[in-house]
Structure formats: C-alpha cells, structure tokens
C-alpha cells in the first residue's frame, strides 16, 4: 500500500526532555542524582502521570512512600519545563519538509497532559499536526498498550499499513508493527529524513 500517513512520537525524537538536565545542578552529585531517578522518581512512577494521573496526586503518592526525599521530589515537577532542554531541530526540519507534502500528519505522544500544555504554548511546529495529536494523559492510555494507536486509527479513519510511525522506544516500535504499521526507530545516529526517504517517502 502506498504510504499517505507519518505518525510522530514526541520525547525523543522531536524534544530533548531528561529530568537530569535540572537534578545535575540541583543534586550537583551525580551519584546521588542517579540514585533518586533510578529509585525514587523512577520512569514508572512518571509514567503513571503519562497516563493520566495529576501530576499533584503522584507527587504526594511517591511522597508517601519516600518521606525522606519530600523536597526532592516535589522539585520535580515544580521543575519540569527545566527538564524540556529544546527541540530536536534536525527532526523538527523533517516535520517542516512534510508539512505542505500531502501527507496527513500525526502525533502519537505519552505525554502528562498538564505538562504537554506548555509544549504547544512554547514550540510552534506542533502547530503543523493540526491538533492531529492523541495524547497518553488525555487518553488515560500509555504506549506500548496497543489500545493507544487502536484510537488514534479510529478517531482519524486511518489504516495501518498505510501509515509510518516514528519512535524512539524500542517496545513501542515492537508492537507498532505487530499492529500493521511500517515503523522507523529513532536513535542517536539516525538520519530521519534519509530513512522515510528509503520507505518511499517523498518530500
């Protein structure tokens, strides 16, 4: 089937967003830095604000259980936008290509949705999707559930063998193909714009 859809993950392959960026200087121990985020303010626990917990309720949740690191981990999202280092501008110049190309884009984000306020309010390239954009914490779905893309195929009548999804995570792209689609895997060295090319992409 000829390709008419590109479906963007965010984190990682359009923003470069790492907690590290504010608890390197927060910490300024990078030991004691890794400590809290391997252990305490764990990728699980932020994925259950992706998925659509207040970003409040889990604070005071893993405050609960952690009551020695109150103050750490109430920094957390007091500090979030500092952890939103910027846009991942050799992606972003991807997206910009395609956006007059006839292509119907998508974004496909787990994403907390109190924070992903401030990302459309500060980077104007989401503008590009048309508010085409199914996210986790409205959704009250994360990937790699595969629930999430069985959404955004119904809201949008979009089939997935017509469509590439893009995505840094390698589960997600692992069960975006079990589901039909064609899938590009974003990492440190991958030209995005020469991979969808080699798809038959055409800019």
């Not at 920094?75 to 952890?83: G, V």
């Not at 292509?103 to 500060?122: H, P, V």
Request: contains cysteine; charged residues 30%; hydrophobic residues 40%.
């Amino acid at each position: 089937m000829a390709i008419k859809n590109i479906i963007f993950d965010f984190g990682g392959v359009l923003m470069d967003w790492n907690p590290r960026y504010f608890f390197k200087d927060y910490f300024n121990d990078e030991e004691r830095m890794e400590h809290f985020l391997k252990n305490i303010a764990t990728d699980e626990w932020n994925a259950e604000q992706d998925r659509g917990r207040s970003l409040a309720e889990g604070t005071e949740f893993q405050v609960a259980k952690h009551p020695e690191w109150e103050k750490e981990l109430r920094a957390y999202y007091d500090n979030w936008t500092s952890m939103l280092l910027r846009d991942i501008p050799e992606n972003v110049a991807v997206l910009r290509k395609l956006e007059n190309s006839g292509y119907e884009l998508f974004g496909l984000t787990n994403w907390s949705a109190e924070t992903f306020i401030y990302a459309l309010d500060n980077y104007d390239f989401f503008q590009i999707f048309k508010d085409k954009i199914v996210v986790s914490g409205t959704e009250k779905l994360i990937k790699p559930d595969p629930e999430i893309w069985t959404v955004l195929l119904n809201r949008y009548k979009i089939i997935a063998e017509e469509s590439v999804f893009i995505d840094d995570n390698a589960k997600n792209i692992e069960v975006a193909k079990s589901l039909g689609f064609i899938c590009v895997h974003v990492q440190e060295a991958t030209d995005l714009e020469k991979e969808l090319r080699e798809l038959g992409v055409e800019f």
